[in-house]
């Protein structure tokens, strides 16, 4: 054997040894509250498509409209001959939810957030990163060069520390954090860390993956949630892969910060456009997702919110504080997540088990998402299974 394949059969044995062993499974219909995963139906509680967008009939019927009318790829990236009508009609959509001037997409979130940390920050420059942030912000942090400090999460006081120790030193200063944590649910404290931002001149940069379309009035995120104004956080990044149930993901804010992104990001630069029909389809989301099936949406995603955390707390389960559709069921050890994620798949339900270095040692846990396309009944019938697993029948 080569000694590549025979380095490379050391390191998964280890890692299948560690018990952290992962692989894909595969679905064979679409995502939806039921789908049939390697052969088996089960009701999933685990995709971010937080509005059950992401088969809805008006999006399907909006991609293949985006085929008849432009094709199917892009051909080139956006500054060659990528750029189609469908990219520039959303970014502008995109930018006119969101408040700002101008917005900028991107094949997928990851890649935005490599382009914004890249692009505002180098060598000599500080990033200031939640330690619980989206592993893309942390890679995009590493990537850039910059020195990085990683505060405890949520803590604006630990935060303030740190930015005191820059203080008179030159470089540019970033404050980067997850809008909406995507293993805890909880929210990012915008208000102090936008204060915090102006008392130290630094730039606050929110990647709101997992509030755009589900917070906010309109599902304008988790800025519009806290009521600050767009000015108040230069920078957001959106992902449209979720509550939108599309793919890909756009920068907003400033039209120089877009031109800037659009002349030194290179993941934007170097790379095929998305195809134009998938951002017409994502338009056909947007729409709606900001009218009023996007209300009715969200007013039922909160209610089975609601129902979940009341009968959760009923049988006794340990809860963290989220508002939001991520509700995350803790079980300390990840010997104790497998075995729940495993018998509630033995009783039909999709559930992951989350374990370190994922998220910190002691805090295992089963990472509940809602949806707006589950029912009352979905809800209780998990509920039911939890009861069982907390009484100890398994
Ligand atoms: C999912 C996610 C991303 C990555 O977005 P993709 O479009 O899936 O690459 C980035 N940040 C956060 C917080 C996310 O949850």
């Known amino acids: 054997m080569s000694s590549l394949e025979q380095v490379l059969g050391e390191r998964l044995a280890r890692r299948r040894a560690q018990g952290l062993w992962r692989e894909p499974q595969v679905v064979s219909d679409v995502q939806g509250p039921r789908q049939t995963v390697d052969g088996q139906s089960l009701r999933a509680f685990c995709a971010n498509d937080y509005l059950g967008l992401a088969s809805h009939p008006l999006l399907r019927e909006a991609l293949v409209e985006g085929v008849h009318r432009h094709g199917v790829g892009a051909g080139a990236a956006h500054l060659v001959n990528g750029h189609f009508t469908a990219h520039e009609v959303l970014e502008r959509a995109l930018a006119e939810f969101t408040g700002r001037e101008r917005a900028l997409l991107f094949s997928t ?23 619980w ?27 303030a520390e740190r930015l005191a120790q820059a203080e008179g030193q030159s470089g540019a200063r970033l404050i980067v954090t997850d809008g909406v944590f995507s293993m805890d649910g909880d929210l990012a404290p915008l208000r102090d860390l936008a204060d915090l931002a102006v008392r130290h001149d630094a730039w606050l940069v929110v990647d709101d993956a997992h509030g ?5 009035r309109s599902g304008r995120g988790t800025v519009d949630h806290f009521g600050l104004a767009p000015n108040r956080v230069p920078v957001v990044i959106g992902t449209l892969g979720k509550a939108f149930g599309t793919a890909g993901a756009f920068v907003a804010g400033s039209s120089r910060l877009i ?4 002349q030194f990001g290179r993941p934007y630069v170097y790379t095929t456009a998305q195809p134009p029909a998938l951002a017409h389809a994502t338009l056909a989301a947007l729409n709606l997702l900001r009218g009023e099936e996007g209300d009715r949406r969200r007013d039922h995603l909160a209610t089975l919110v609601a129902r979940f955390r009341a009968g ?35 009783r039909g339900f999709l559930v992951p088990a989350i374990r370190p270095p994922t998220v910190p040692e002691g805090t295992a846990r089963l990472r509940v998402t809602l949806s707006a396309g589950q029912a ?3 809800v209780d019938d998990l509920l039911a299974a939890l009861a069982q697993l907390q009484n100890g029948v398994d």
């Open 212 to 216: 755009f379309g589900v917070l906010g």
């Open 109 to 131: 979130g990851y890649m935005a957030n490599l382009a914004v940390l890249a692009v505002l920050a180098g060598r000599h420059d500080r990033v200031f990163q939640d330690r």
């Open 376 to 378: 009352p009944q979905d």
């Open 133 to 159: 942030n989206h592993a893309s912000l942390i890679d995009a942090g590493q990537a850039c060069g910059a020195r990085v400090f990683r505060y405890r999460h949520a803590d604006t006081d630990h935060l």
């Open 259 to 262: 031109e800037a992104l659009i």
């Open 312 to 346: 959760a707390a009923g049988i006794g389960l340990s809860l963290m504080p989220s508002e939001t559709p991520i509700q995350p069921v803790l079980l300390g050890s990840p010997e104790r997540a497998l075995a729940w994620s495993g018998a509630l798949r033995a």
